[in-house]
């Protein structure tokens, strides 16, 4: 049996290895490290996760066991063998379980992905000085894609706005510059996905906790309009266009996969079948011959892993929300409470599941990986220290 102050030890490298793991996402590499670490320690530790997080551990086993079939059963097992990493990446859910105890542990890691979040949006604005900006040379900060710079700012972003909505840091300045760089690189990024999805959350958030605060929302987001570059109006007016290239391809990708969830409803295709089989399945006015992906989470899980898989994916969202809405109702009115941490958490998760409504943001690491983490962050903060 080890003794309280090696298991304290081995507590502290687990939570500040796991801090780092969310941390350093826009390098994979020291990611993973960080993971690896994390990992290690409650493999050495086997700390309990507790009951309480079994509103989302359940649908989670549910999805890991159909990617498991889907490998087994795919067309061509040997080339989905490889999807079976995104297995790896689900450890963020139960590690964060395991080493994030309370309020003050996940505060911590909330503040340091908001500070990540504002340096790499500094970044990407930076850029703009150097040739980016354009539709064929969108800013990225350190990330490889825009669209995974978006999905981490769209994080933070909803994080920082429960924070002031709920009081937290609201005369703190750097919070609010913070929040102007996060939203300028949201802007700049011209990734219209993001854009709804984070009108749309930051409305829910501002109606559950400061409705009045809606008449400066609505106010200020027109003016951002008006004042926006030209490529940005024009992004924005693209949205409803159907006859818009970006979206008329979604909606041929669409079709695509919901062909392919048709034919093989249970076990899908495989794993990193899509993009080998596009070809077979695309309409055929469809503008692209080959897509990496489906550009929709439910479309592009049910194609590859089956109807199974995708309730379990809605299940895993819908409890993760839940757990969050229902605790932020229960402490909103407390002092000294962590109700801003639901409130970014369901934040979080709207924006998450309205973007991966145009975007497979659900495969894209960096963004998965706090995405589970939010999962996790309600079930975290209303967890004990010693527990």
Known sequence: MRGNGEAAAVGRVGYVAYALHLWTVFGLFLSNLAGVVTLAAAVTLRPKLGDRARPVLLPVGLFCLCVVLSIAFSVEPATSLGGGRKLLTLLTLPLGLAWVRGRDQARAIVDGLIVMATFAALWGLAQLFF?????????????????????????????????????????????????LAVNLGLIGCLTRGAWIAGAIAAVVLLLLRAPRWLAVFVPVLALVLVLAPTRVRDRVVSIADLGNFSNYDR????????RMARERPVFGLGPNM??????????????????????????????EEGLVAAAAFLWLMAAAAWAAYSRYRRDRGSRGGASDLYLGALGALVAFNVAG???????????????????????????????
């Not at 070809?279 to 899980?301: D, E, F, G, K, S």
Request: glycine letters at 8%; one cysteine or more.
């Open 251 to 258: 909606l041929c990708m669409i079709e695509a996969g919901w």
């Open 274 to 303: 899509v993009r080998e089989l596009y070809p077979i399945y695309r309409h055929p006015t469809a503008p692209r011959h080959w897509v990496p992906h489906l550009h929709n989470n439910l479309v592009q899980i049910a194609a």
């Open 131 to 179: 040739g980016y900006g354009g539709i064929d040379q969108r800013i990225r900060g350190p990330f490889s894609h825009w669209m995974t710079f978006a999905g981490v700012l769209l994080v933070a972003d909803m994080l920082l706005l429960a924070q002031l909505v709920s009081g937290r840091g609201i005369a703190k300045p750097w919070r609010w510059l913070a929040l």
């Open 357 to 387: 409504m145009f975007e497979y943001n659900w495969g894209d690491t960096e963004v998965q990986r706090l995405i589970l983490f939010m999962i996790a962050l309600p079930f975290c903060a209303d967890a004990e220290e010693g527990e």
